[in-house]
């Protein structure tokens, strides 16, 4: 598995994960549960995973969306 992104933004990992979905490459977000021990502040970024065969793909498809988004996206 490859590393697709890491932010602390729930929401964009949630879209993005849905995006992956909708185009048949399945993904997991890592780190997910570190929040309990931070004490659900956001502060530790969790990890969207997709398979090493799907990573090309997938990182086209969240570069475009990107430049759709502009700057809105948060890091």
């Known amino acids: 598995m490859k590393e697709l992104l890491r932010t602390t ?3 964009r990992l949630s879209y993005l994960q849905a995006m992956l979905r909708g185009e048949g490459i399945d993904s997991v ?7 309990i021990l931070e004490g659900s502040i956001g502060a530790l970024p969790r990890r969207l995973m997709v398979d090493d065969d799907d990573y090309d793909h997938a990182r ?3 570069d475009m ?3 759709e ?3 809105g996206w948060p890091s």
């Open 9 to 11: 933004d729930e929401i």
């Open 65 to 67: 969306l990107e430049q």
């Open 60 to 62: 086209r498809l969240m």
């Open 69 to 71: 988004v502009g700057e």
């Open 29 to 35: 977000i890592l780190d997910r549960h570190a929040s």
